[in-house]
């Protein structure tokens, strides 16, 4: 995971009152937040900055197998590659002799779950505003040659806007091309897709569509649309498609077009990314779909000139290597 949960500390603390916290690199550790598998994750400050941070503490002694050092080698390439405003963005890795720490952003409004269960279900208008930001992320995560593959409301945090941030990747994995075919079953089974249960391969874009149509159907009904306790039953019911819309009577047709689109068999005739982003639903809701981050090559505005060779004069470091970290949104020295 990683990004936070629902602290409400207040990170805005002096300097002075940091003294006696752990240090790590440039931040400064203040208290747990949340477990993960391999450590703790705590909420940090940038000394400099004063910025809050969610920082995942990996102990060495925990990834000591081979598997659990490709599954955090993968994961940190992956964040490194995406870079958008709702999916959680690493600033950085450092890496000291007991433990490697993930920085990332913080984000302290819970999880999309929670949210759910809080409100029961959402209406259409909040449901649409969150799932187009969600498809969006999935979409530029999928531009970039990676699938999720653990998609859940339990993966999606809620910033202090009520913004989502898709989180993570630790089941994830980038595509030597768009048309790779997959064959590892993972993630969570009520979020499954058929083919993934079926075996014999599968398109990684396809199953995160499947599991988006799940997030969707919960958040509008406020339950899954396949749940049963036993396994070999669960899975019939995926396989089968079996599921209807009894736990939300009022759902419009729109929005019952869309979930029947997602949640649909075979694969390749399941509603694709392009699809579902200009599907009358989300684009009745009119949701703000924030861009790409990243600068893009842009032409620099002349205060943003000004300000590197401010830089350049007073910190001695070269204009070029600040504006090409900003570029690729690395967190280091120049930045």
């Known amino acids: 995971g990683g990004g936070g949960g629902s602290s409400s500390s207040s990170t805005g603390a002096s300097p002075s009152a940091c003294r006696g916290f752990r240090q790590v690199g440039s931040y400064t550790l203040l208290e747990v937040i949340g477990q993960g598998t391999f450590g703790e994750v705590l909420l940090g400050v940038e000394r400099c900055t004063r910025e809050p941070v969610a920082v995942k503490a990996l102990e060495r002694c925990k990834i000591c197998d081979e598997d659990s050092r490709e599954r955090l080698a993968n994961e940190i390439s992956i964040l490194h590659r995406v870079h958008h405003a709702n999916l959680l963005q690493l600033l950085e890795v450092v890496e000291e002799v007991d433990a490697i720490y993930l920085v990332t952003e913080h984000v302290g409004g819970g999880e999309l779950f929670a949210h759910i269960v809080k409100k029961g279900r959402l209406g259409e208008a909040e ?67 058929p083919e993934m249960l079926l075996g014999g391969g599968y398109l990684g874009q396809r199953v995160d569509l499947w599991s988006l149509g799940v997030c969707l159907y919960a958040m509008l009904c406020g339950c899954l649309p396949f749940d049963e306790p036993d396994m070999d039953a669960l899975y019939d019911r995926i396989i089968g498609v079996d599921f209807d819309f009894a736990p939300a009577p009022g759902l419009s047709a729109a929005a019952k077009d869309l979930l029947c689109g997602l949640l649909h068999m075979p ?63 690395e967190r280091s020295a120049a930045t």
């Open 127 to 193: 449901a649409a505003r969150l799932f187009g930001q969600m498809v969006a992320a999935v979409e530029s995560c999928h531009r970039n040659l990676v699938i999720h593959r653990d998609l859940k409301p339990e993966n999606v945090l809620l910033d202090a806007r009520g913004d989502i941030k898709v989180i993570d990747f630790g089941l994830g994995t980038i595509l030597s091309s768009p048309e790779e075919v997959l064959d590892v079953a993972c993630g969570s089974p009520h979020y499954a897709a």
């Open 267 to 329: 694969p390749d005739e399941r509603i694709t990314v392009r699809g579902v982003l200009s599907h009358k639903w989300l684009r009745a809701s009119s949701p703000s779909v924030p861009p790409t981050l990243g600068l893009c090559g842009a032409p620099l505005d002349p205060n943003c000139r000004s300000l590197l060779r401010r830089i350049e004069a007073e910190h001695g470091l070269p204009r070029h290597e600040v504006l090409t970290a900003l570029r690729r949104g």
